[in-house]
Protein backbone atom coordinates (compact mmCIF):
# COMPACT_ATOMS: atom_id res chain seq x y z
CA UNK A 1 0.00 0.00 0.00
CA UNK A 2 1.27 3.43 -1.01
CA UNK A 3 1.13 5.33 2.18
CA UNK A 4 -0.18 8.79 2.27
CA UNK A 5 2.57 11.92 1.83
CA UNK A 6 1.65 14.37 4.88
CA UNK A 7 3.83 16.75 2.84
CA UNK A 8 0.84 17.13 0.20
CA UNK A 9 -1.55 18.79 2.89
CA UNK A 10 -2.05 21.88 4.12
CA UNK A 11 -3.18 22.28 7.73
CA UNK A 12 -6.89 22.22 6.49
CA UNK A 13 -5.92 18.93 4.50
CA UNK A 14 -3.75 17.77 7.11
CA UNK A 15 -6.97 18.33 9.64
CA UNK A 16 -9.19 16.42 7.57
CA UNK A 17 -6.79 13.47 7.43
CA UNK A 18 -6.22 13.24 10.93
CA UNK A 19 -10.01 13.60 11.77
CA UNK A 20 -10.60 10.67 8.99
CA UNK A 21 -8.11 8.60 11.11
CA UNK A 22 -10.40 9.79 14.00
CA UNK A 23 -8.14 12.15 15.57
CA UNK A 24 -9.01 15.55 16.89
CA UNK A 25 -8.04 18.69 15.28
CA UNK A 26 -5.46 20.03 17.30
CA UNK A 27 -3.79 16.86 16.98
CA UNK A 28 -3.15 18.24 13.20
CA UNK A 29 -1.82 21.18 14.30
CA UNK A 30 0.89 19.59 16.81
CA UNK A 31 1.50 17.11 13.76
CA UNK A 32 1.74 19.77 11.19
CA UNK A 33 4.11 21.95 13.43
CA UNK A 34 6.49 19.10 13.78
CA UNK A 35 6.55 18.50 10.17
CA UNK A 36 6.79 21.88 8.91
CA UNK A 37 8.51 24.01 12.28
CA UNK A 38 10.93 20.95 13.54
CA UNK A 39 11.64 19.03 10.24
CA UNK A 40 10.93 15.77 11.65
CA UNK A 41 10.29 12.75 9.00
CA UNK A 42 9.91 10.25 11.83
CA UNK A 43 7.08 9.69 13.90
CA UNK A 44 9.12 8.07 16.92
CA UNK A 45 10.06 11.74 17.29
CA UNK A 46 6.65 13.12 18.05
CA UNK A 47 6.80 13.03 21.28
CA UNK A 48 4.07 14.78 22.32
CA UNK A 49 1.55 12.70 20.06
CA UNK A 50 -0.18 10.07 21.61
CA UNK A 51 1.87 6.56 21.01
CA UNK A 52 -1.05 4.96 19.73
CA UNK A 53 -1.56 7.99 17.20
CA UNK A 54 2.53 7.74 16.53
CA UNK A 55 1.87 3.97 15.72
CA UNK A 56 -0.91 4.83 13.33
CA UNK A 57 0.60 7.14 11.03
CA UNK A 58 3.60 5.16 11.10
CA UNK A 59 1.63 2.51 9.52
CA UNK A 60 -0.86 4.81 6.65
CA UNK A 61 1.38 8.03 6.26
CA UNK A 62 5.32 9.36 5.75
CA UNK A 63 6.95 12.21 5.09
CA UNK A 64 8.59 11.70 2.01
CA UNK A 65 11.46 13.98 0.86
CA UNK A 66 13.06 14.38 -2.62
CA UNK A 67 16.12 12.42 -3.23
CA UNK A 68 19.18 14.70 -3.46
CA UNK A 69 20.99 13.70 -6.88
CA UNK A 70 23.64 16.46 -6.72
CA UNK A 71 24.22 19.10 -4.64
CA UNK A 72 26.70 22.00 -5.88
CA UNK A 73 27.65 25.41 -3.63
CA UNK A 74 29.33 28.51 -5.32
CA UNK A 75 32.32 30.27 -4.58
CA UNK A 76 28.92 33.15 -3.43
CA UNK A 77 27.47 30.64 -1.22
CA UNK A 78 24.73 29.77 -3.40
CA UNK A 79 23.41 26.53 -3.76
CA UNK A 80 22.01 24.59 -6.06
CA UNK A 81 20.06 21.09 -5.48
CA UNK A 82 19.01 18.68 -8.49
CA UNK A 83 16.31 16.44 -6.92
CA UNK A 84 15.09 12.82 -8.69
CA UNK A 85 10.79 13.31 -8.88
CA UNK A 86 10.72 9.91 -10.55
CA UNK A 87 10.44 8.80 -14.70
CA UNK A 88 13.26 10.45 -15.27
CA UNK A 89 12.86 14.07 -14.41
CA UNK A 90 14.92 15.65 -11.69
CA UNK A 91 14.14 19.45 -10.53
CA UNK A 92 16.42 21.82 -8.92
CA UNK A 93 16.19 24.42 -6.10
CA UNK A 94 18.93 27.32 -5.31
CA UNK A 95 19.09 29.17 -2.24
CA UNK A 96 20.47 32.32 -2.34
CA UNK A 97 22.11 33.77 1.27
CA UNK A 98 22.32 37.36 1.51
CA UNK A 99 23.30 39.16 4.51
CA UNK A 100 19.84 39.97 5.12
CA UNK A 101 18.14 37.28 4.24
CA UNK A 102 18.18 33.80 2.71
CA UNK A 103 16.23 33.31 -0.50
CA UNK A 104 15.26 29.64 -1.90
CA UNK A 105 14.20 29.62 -5.43
CA UNK A 106 11.69 26.68 -5.82
CA UNK A 107 10.51 25.10 -8.82
CA UNK A 108 6.75 24.10 -9.77
CA UNK A 109 7.34 21.62 -13.01
CA UNK A 110 9.70 19.11 -14.20
CA UNK A 111 10.23 21.43 -17.16
CA UNK A 112 8.08 24.28 -18.72
CA UNK A 113 5.08 24.41 -21.48
CA UNK A 114 5.73 28.05 -21.48
CA UNK A 115 9.02 27.63 -23.82
CA UNK A 116 10.20 31.02 -23.06
CA UNK A 117 13.09 31.85 -25.87
CA UNK A 118 16.00 33.15 -22.95
CA UNK A 119 15.23 30.54 -20.76
CA UNK A 120 17.25 27.07 -20.22
CA UNK A 121 14.30 25.15 -18.67
CA UNK A 122 11.97 26.33 -21.71
CA UNK A 123 14.48 24.52 -23.80
CA UNK A 124 14.44 21.43 -22.04
CA UNK A 125 10.10 21.03 -22.65
CA UNK A 126 7.69 19.84 -20.13
CA UNK A 127 6.78 16.67 -18.78
CA UNK A 128 5.07 16.92 -15.23
CA UNK A 129 3.34 19.67 -12.96
CA UNK A 130 4.85 18.64 -9.42
CA UNK A 131 2.51 17.78 -6.74
CA UNK A 132 2.22 20.24 -3.78
CA UNK A 133 4.29 17.58 -1.58
CA UNK A 134 7.10 18.06 -4.12
CA UNK A 135 7.11 21.67 -4.03
CA UNK A 136 7.09 21.74 -0.61
CA UNK A 137 9.85 18.51 -0.32
CA UNK A 138 12.20 21.51 -1.80
CA UNK A 139 11.54 24.21 0.94
CA UNK A 140 11.13 20.90 4.23
CA UNK A 141 14.58 19.64 3.02
CA UNK A 142 16.49 23.12 2.26
CA UNK A 143 15.43 24.98 5.67
CA UNK A 144 16.05 22.23 7.69
CA UNK A 145 19.28 20.76 6.17
CA UNK A 146 20.83 24.53 6.34
CA UNK A 147 19.84 24.99 9.84
CA UNK A 148 21.09 21.86 11.05
CA UNK A 149 24.61 22.66 8.93
CA UNK A 150 24.65 26.21 10.60
CA UNK A 151 23.60 25.49 13.96
CA UNK A 152 20.50 27.27 14.61
CA UNK A 153 18.27 26.15 17.13
CA UNK A 154 14.73 25.64 16.70
CA UNK A 155 12.74 28.87 15.35
CA UNK A 156 15.58 30.44 14.24
CA UNK A 157 14.70 30.43 10.16
CA UNK A 158 17.19 29.80 7.52
CA UNK A 159 14.81 30.68 4.65
CA UNK A 160 13.18 34.25 5.01
CA UNK A 161 11.95 34.55 1.31
CA UNK A 162 10.78 32.14 -1.21
CA UNK A 163 10.55 32.73 -4.47
CA UNK A 164 8.67 30.52 -7.19
CA UNK A 165 10.62 31.13 -10.18
CA UNK A 166 12.48 28.11 -10.35
CA UNK A 167 11.48 25.23 -13.25
CA UNK A 168 7.96 25.87 -14.66
CA UNK A 169 5.25 28.40 -14.65
CA UNK A 170 3.59 28.24 -11.18
CA UNK A 171 0.19 29.47 -12.25
CA UNK A 172 -0.09 26.49 -14.96
CA UNK A 173 -0.06 24.21 -11.56
CA UNK A 174 -2.18 26.52 -9.62
CA UNK A 175 -3.74 23.13 -7.88
CA UNK A 176 -1.08 22.17 -6.42
CA UNK A 177 1.04 25.32 -5.67
CA UNK A 178 -1.88 27.24 -4.01
CA UNK A 179 -2.02 24.36 -0.51
CA UNK A 180 1.90 24.93 -0.71
CA UNK A 181 1.42 28.50 -0.57
CA UNK A 182 -0.46 28.36 2.35
CA UNK A 183 1.62 25.90 4.35
CA UNK A 184 4.66 28.92 3.56
CA UNK A 185 2.17 31.33 5.25
CA UNK A 186 0.73 29.38 7.83
CA UNK A 187 1.85 30.71 11.46
CA UNK A 188 2.22 26.73 12.21
CA UNK A 189 4.20 26.25 9.16
CA UNK A 190 6.80 28.28 7.99
CA UNK A 191 5.23 31.66 8.84
CA UNK A 192 6.08 33.78 5.97
CA UNK A 193 4.30 37.03 5.06
CA UNK A 194 2.97 37.67 1.54
CA UNK A 195 5.57 40.07 0.80
CA UNK A 196 7.85 37.46 1.41
CA UNK A 197 6.56 34.80 -1.06
CA UNK A 198 6.87 35.92 -4.62
CA UNK A 199 5.10 33.94 -7.46
CA UNK A 200 6.51 34.88 -10.78
CA UNK A 201 4.29 34.35 -13.85
CA UNK A 202 5.14 34.62 -17.58
CA UNK A 203 1.54 36.35 -17.34
CA UNK A 204 -0.93 33.55 -17.17
CA UNK A 205 -3.58 36.05 -16.99
CA UNK A 206 -6.96 34.20 -15.74
CA UNK A 207 -4.89 32.45 -12.86
CA UNK A 208 -3.53 35.97 -11.72
CA UNK A 209 -7.23 36.52 -10.96
CA UNK A 210 -7.31 33.58 -9.06
CA UNK A 211 -4.42 33.85 -6.98
CA UNK A 212 -5.39 37.43 -6.62
CA UNK A 213 -8.74 36.27 -4.68
CA UNK A 214 -7.45 33.08 -2.96
CA UNK A 215 -3.85 33.76 -1.77
CA UNK A 216 -2.19 37.29 -3.06
CA UNK A 217 1.38 36.96 -2.40
CA UNK A 218 3.87 39.30 -4.24
CA UNK A 219 3.88 38.74 -7.48
CA UNK A 220 6.73 39.37 -10.15
CA UNK A 221 5.61 38.90 -14.22
CA UNK A 222 8.41 37.82 -16.81
CA UNK A 223 7.68 41.01 -19.18
CA UNK A 224 11.26 40.60 -21.65
CA UNK A 225 9.48 42.78 -24.32
CA UNK A 226 7.67 45.82 -24.09
CA UNK A 227 5.63 45.36 -27.32
CA UNK A 228 3.19 42.19 -28.85
CA UNK A 229 5.68 41.21 -31.67
CA UNK A 230 8.30 40.65 -29.57
CA UNK A 231 6.67 39.57 -26.19
CA UNK A 232 5.00 36.78 -29.25
CA UNK A 233 8.28 35.54 -29.53
CA UNK A 234 10.17 35.48 -26.81
CA UNK A 235 7.11 34.30 -24.51
CA UNK A 236 4.88 32.98 -26.29
CA UNK A 237 2.34 32.75 -23.97
CA UNK A 238 2.21 36.50 -25.07
CA UNK A 239 -0.29 35.48 -28.24
CA UNK A 240 -2.81 33.93 -26.09
CA UNK A 241 -2.60 37.01 -23.37
CA UNK A 242 -0.99 39.82 -24.69
CA UNK A 243 0.09 42.90 -23.26
CA UNK A 244 -3.20 44.88 -22.84
CA UNK A 245 -4.60 42.13 -20.83
CA UNK A 246 -2.07 41.69 -19.04
CA UNK A 247 -1.58 45.18 -17.77
CA UNK A 248 -4.93 45.34 -16.80
CA UNK A 249 -4.44 42.19 -14.96
CA UNK A 250 -1.44 43.61 -12.98
CA UNK A 251 -3.74 46.60 -12.08
CA UNK A 252 -6.25 44.53 -10.73
CA UNK A 253 -3.99 42.12 -8.85
CA UNK A 254 -2.65 45.75 -6.97
CA UNK A 255 -6.17 45.94 -5.47
CA UNK A 256 -4.87 43.10 -3.33
CA UNK A 257 -1.44 42.15 -3.63
CA UNK A 258 0.49 42.37 -0.11
CA UNK A 259 3.11 45.60 -2.38
CA UNK A 260 1.89 48.44 -3.88
CA UNK A 261 4.00 47.25 -6.80
CA UNK A 262 4.39 44.25 -9.57
CA UNK A 263 7.72 43.67 -10.15
CA UNK A 264 8.79 43.07 -13.60
CA UNK A 265 11.04 41.04 -14.69
CA UNK A 266 13.21 41.82 -17.96
CA UNK A 267 15.94 39.50 -19.28
CA UNK A 268 18.56 42.00 -21.28
CA UNK A 269 19.40 40.41 -24.69
CA UNK A 270 21.99 41.65 -26.63
CA UNK A 271 20.20 43.60 -29.72
CA UNK A 272 17.00 42.02 -29.19
CA UNK A 273 15.09 43.73 -26.59
CA UNK A 274 17.65 46.20 -25.30
CA UNK A 275 17.99 49.42 -27.00
CA UNK A 276 16.57 52.87 -25.42
CA UNK A 277 13.89 52.82 -27.55
CA UNK A 278 12.58 49.43 -25.91
CA UNK A 279 13.25 51.49 -22.72
CA UNK A 280 11.12 53.91 -23.59
CA UNK A 281 7.77 52.00 -24.92
CA UNK A 282 8.16 50.13 -21.62
CA UNK A 283 7.89 53.14 -19.92
CA UNK A 284 4.63 53.77 -22.04
CA UNK A 285 3.32 50.57 -21.52
CA UNK A 286 3.56 50.83 -17.96
CA UNK A 287 3.05 54.80 -17.07
CA UNK A 288 -0.48 54.10 -19.06
CA UNK A 289 -2.59 56.98 -19.45
CA UNK A 290 -4.58 57.83 -16.27
CA UNK A 291 -6.44 54.64 -15.55
CA UNK A 292 -4.04 51.98 -16.97
CA UNK A 293 -0.83 53.22 -14.99
CA UNK A 294 0.59 50.16 -13.18
CA UNK A 295 2.71 50.42 -10.34
CA UNK A 296 5.66 49.12 -10.60
CA UNK A 297 9.63 47.99 -10.51
CA UNK A 298 12.10 46.56 -13.06
CA UNK A 299 14.45 44.13 -12.29
CA UNK A 300 16.70 43.69 -15.38
CA UNK A 301 18.26 40.51 -15.58
CA UNK A 302 21.65 40.23 -17.31
CA UNK A 303 20.97 37.10 -19.52
CA UNK A 304 22.83 34.25 -18.78
CA UNK A 305 23.78 32.38 -21.73
CA UNK A 306 23.55 28.76 -22.92
CA UNK A 307 24.11 27.33 -26.74
CA UNK A 308 20.85 26.26 -27.48
CA UNK A 309 19.28 30.08 -27.21
CA UNK A 310 21.27 31.44 -29.67
CA UNK A 311 21.46 34.49 -28.09
CA UNK A 312 23.94 36.93 -26.02
CA UNK A 313 24.11 38.89 -23.15
CA UNK A 314 23.80 42.80 -23.20
CA UNK A 315 26.49 45.08 -22.41
CA UNK A 316 27.02 45.82 -19.15
CA UNK A 317 26.94 50.01 -20.57
CA UNK A 318 24.02 48.99 -22.79
CA UNK A 319 21.83 47.52 -19.25
CA UNK A 320 23.32 50.54 -17.48
CA UNK A 321 22.04 53.18 -20.17
CA UNK A 322 18.99 51.22 -20.54
CA UNK A 323 18.46 51.18 -16.44
CA UNK A 324 18.90 55.25 -16.79
CA UNK A 325 15.89 55.47 -19.37
CA UNK A 326 13.74 53.72 -17.35
CA UNK A 327 14.91 55.61 -13.70
CA UNK A 328 14.72 58.97 -15.55
CA UNK A 329 11.08 57.96 -16.73
CA UNK A 330 10.29 57.95 -12.91
CA UNK A 331 10.29 53.79 -12.56
CA UNK A 332 12.39 52.23 -9.92
CA UNK A 333 15.15 49.77 -11.56
CA UNK A 334 17.00 47.35 -10.58
CA UNK A 335 19.57 45.24 -12.56
CA UNK A 336 20.35 41.70 -10.58
CA UNK A 337 23.29 40.64 -9.68
CA UNK A 338 24.17 37.35 -10.41
CA UNK A 339 24.67 34.62 -8.25
CA UNK A 340 25.64 31.45 -8.77
CA UNK A 341 26.76 31.56 -12.16
CA UNK A 342 30.12 29.01 -11.74
CA UNK A 343 27.20 26.57 -10.80
CA UNK A 344 24.62 27.13 -13.32
CA UNK A 345 22.28 28.47 -10.66
CA UNK A 346 21.87 31.68 -11.89
CA UNK A 347 18.38 32.78 -13.48
CA UNK A 348 17.33 31.03 -16.39
CA UNK A 349 19.78 28.67 -16.25
CA UNK A 350 18.11 26.21 -14.38
CA UNK A 351 17.77 22.77 -16.55
CA UNK A 352 17.19 19.88 -14.36
CA UNK A 353 16.30 16.76 -16.26
CA UNK A 354 13.23 16.30 -17.89
CA UNK A 355 11.51 14.20 -20.05
CA UNK A 356 9.98 16.43 -22.68
CA UNK A 357 6.68 14.99 -23.48
CA UNK A 358 5.63 18.23 -25.26
CA UNK A 359 8.23 18.66 -28.07
CA UNK A 360 8.48 22.29 -27.02
CA UNK A 361 12.26 22.26 -26.76
CA UNK A 362 12.53 20.18 -30.60
CA UNK A 363 10.01 23.18 -32.10
CA UNK A 364 12.03 25.83 -30.34
CA UNK A 365 15.39 24.55 -31.99
CA UNK A 366 14.12 24.91 -35.60
CA UNK A 367 12.52 28.81 -35.01
CA UNK A 368 15.11 31.47 -35.96
CA UNK A 369 16.67 33.77 -33.47
CA UNK A 370 14.31 36.67 -32.78
CA UNK A 371 15.49 40.17 -33.80
CA UNK A 372 12.57 42.41 -33.86
CA UNK A 373 12.65 46.12 -34.44
CA UNK A 374 11.30 48.27 -31.72
CA UNK A 375 7.97 50.50 -32.74
CA UNK A 376 8.78 53.54 -34.18
CA UNK A 377 9.83 56.36 -31.36
CA UNK A 378 6.80 58.43 -31.29
CA UNK A 379 6.88 59.68 -27.71
CA UNK A 380 10.27 61.58 -27.88
CA UNK A 381 11.53 59.75 -24.65
CA UNK A 382 8.92 60.95 -22.12
CA UNK A 383 6.88 58.88 -20.26
CA UNK A 384 2.79 59.42 -21.22
S1 LIG B 1 11.01 31.75 -18.06
FE1 LIG B 1 9.55 30.68 -16.71
S2 LIG B 1 7.69 30.53 -17.98
FE2 LIG B 1 9.37 30.96 -19.41
S3 LIG B 1 10.07 28.91 -20.10
FE3 LIG B 1 11.35 29.50 -18.33
S4 LIG B 1 10.34 28.56 -16.59
FE4 LIG B 1 8.83 28.60 -18.25
Keep these: MTKVNLLDFDLEGLTAYCEGLGEK???????????????????????????SLRDKLAGVAEIRPLKVLT??????????????????DAVE?????????????????????????????????????????????QLWMAEHQLRARLGNGAGERVITNVVMMGMGEPLQNY???????????????????????TVSTSGVVPMMDRLRVDLPVALAVSLHAPNDPLRDNLVPLNRKYPLVELMAACQRYLESA?????????????GVNDSDEHARELLALVNGRGANRVPCKFNLIPFNP??????????RDRVTAFAKVLQDGGVITTVRKTRGDDIDAACGQLAGEVQDRTRVGERMKRLPIPVVAAAPDTNNGAAV
Aim: proline share 4%; aromatic share 10%; glycine share 12%.
Design 25 to 51: RFRATQLFRWIHQRGAADFTAMTDLAR
Design 71 to 88: EHVSSDGTIKWLFDVGGG
Design 93 to 137: TVFIPEDDRGTLCVSSQAGCAVGCRFCSTGHQGFSRNLGTGEILA
Design 175 to 197: GALVPALRVMLDDHGYGLSRRRV
Design 258 to 270: PRDFITFEYCMLD
Design 306 to 315: FPASGLTRSP
